[in-house]
């Protein structure tokens, strides 16, 4: 990254990056709190929408990171500002749990099943066959479709679930509509990202552990981009991409001297 300009703020994926199966990854409570320390704009990001900021806020403070709420930017937030920037005090039908249902409110939108604009799909623990069957009903009259991600499955101590993804492909085939997804690898997220902090992408790097989410993502938004080696992408996988990292470390504890 010798020919970029030095990066003045930071994006990082969570899951993976700094917390792995439950647990802080070794070095970054320290890398968040040189973060603090240094005064740089950063953004913890993540795909899921079932969580508010706040939430995931506590969830990290058990583990021992100091995070600020208006750090983290979620999924669920990045479709309400999309929407609210798309069409402003909307009406949409929303399965989903508190994460996007708080954020939907919180930019104006009236959550209805009579006539919605908009049908938006976020993770949840139960998704409802009567939900389900309710959204391919709203679609066939007539509304948008969004989508908070495209993950198919999502992790529990069971082994996998299917997450929204699947979900959606599932009224996709109902309807015959194809859902508009917001978050990784929707360079969208990036964006939206960015303008919360103010960020500029010549200056700014996005950490994750996916190639195929965090790095696509950051590369499609212009981003610098540094893979960790804590979560999902090995070495390895990375060399059968089309596209490369900005480059690679093992963890975020190997950047804490760049902050």
């Known amino acids: 990254m010798s020919d970029r300009k030095p990066v003045e703020s930071w994006l990082t994926d969570m899951d993976g990056v700094l917390v792995h199966e439950g647990q802080p990854v070794p070095g970054a409570p320290d890398f968040v709190r040189a973060l603090r320390t240094s005064g740089k704009p950063f953004l913890i990001l993540t795909n899921n929408s079932i969580y508010t900021a706040r939430d995931l806020q506590a969830r990290l403070n058990r583990m021992g990171f100091d995070v600020p709420e208006h750090a983290i930017w979620t999924a669920a937030l990045a479709t309400a500002q999309f929407l609210a920037d798309q069409r402003p005090g909307g009406t949409a039908y929303v399965i989903g749990e508190a994460g996007l249902t708080t954020a939907m409110h919180a930019v104006g939108y009236v959550l209805t099943d009579f006539a919605p604009d908009y049908v938006v799909l976020g993770e949840t623990r139960t998704y409802s066959f009567e939900a389900i069957t ?14 908070t991600n495209p993950d198919p499955t999502g992790p529990s101590t069971e082994g996998a679930l299917p997450a929204a993804g699947s979900v959606a492909a599932m009224i996709s ?3 015959g509509v194809e859902p508009y997804f917001v978050g990784k690898p929707n360079p969208m997220m990036m964006r939206s990202a ?6 500029h992408s010549e200056t700014t790097a996005m950490i994750g552990d996916r190639m195929d989410t965090d790095i696509l993502c950051g590369l499609e938004a212009g981003l610098q981009t540094v893979l960790v080696l804590t979560g999902i992408s090995t070495r390895a996988e990375a060399e059968r991409y089309p596209y490369l ?5 093992s963890s975020v504890a190997d950047l804490i001297d760049e902050i």
Do not use: E, M
Not at 194 to 199: Q, S
């Open 245 to 249: 990292p900005s480059r690679i470390v």
């Open 173 to 175: 085939k109902a309807t």
């Open 134 to 147: 309710k959204a391919v009903r709203l679609i066939d009259g007539g509304a948008r479709f969004i989508c």
């Open 194 to 199: 960015l303008n919360t902090i103010d960020a």
